[in-house]
């Protein structure tokens, strides 16, 4: 059973940058599916971006593109989110996810694909 522990959320103004954290238990280099998913109040589980770890390769979501950075310390078993040119409508509670990859498929972007899941960590972004 994969742990995952997010750290790093807070409250900032429209434009300012946070980074989270999630610091994984076990070693996930090579073989997985890691990503951020975020959940607003009222809203459905929307993924942010993943990464294959074998490959390196990242899929954004378009509203977060050019702004969020994905990446990771495999020295520390921790993968990190860079926000910049925060907005108000990236206000959510953040999760971290894993899951084994498939073959060489791409990472799946719905929610209901991860199998761990961190306890989330709040992010909220004024006006």
């Known amino acids: 059973q994969v742990q995952l522990v997010e750290s790093g959320g807070g409250s900032v103004q429209a434009g300012g940058s946070l980074r989270l954290s999630c610091a994984a238990s076990?070693?996930?280099?090579?073989?997985?599916?890691l990503g951020w998913f975020r959940q607003a109040p009222g809203k459905q589980r929307e993924v942010v971006v993943t990464?294959?770890?074998?490959?390196?390769?990242?899929d954004y979501a378009d509203s977060v593109q050019g702004r969020f950075t994905i990446s990771r310390d495999n020295t520390k078993n921790t993968l990190y989110l860079q926000m910049n040119s925060l907005k108000p409508e990236d206000t959510a509670m953040y999760y971290c996810?894993?899951?084994?990859?498939?073959?060489?498929?791409?990472?799946?972007?719905?929610?209901?694909?991860?199998?761990?899941w961190g306890q989330g960590t709040q992010v909220t972004v004024s006006s």
């Open positions: 996810v894993a899951r084994r990859q498939v073959a060489a498929l791409e990472c799946p972007t719905v929610a209901i694909a991860y199998a761990w």
């Open positions: 076990e070693y996930m280099a090579r073989g997985y599916c």
């Open positions: 990464i294959a770890t074998t490959t390196s390769t990242t």
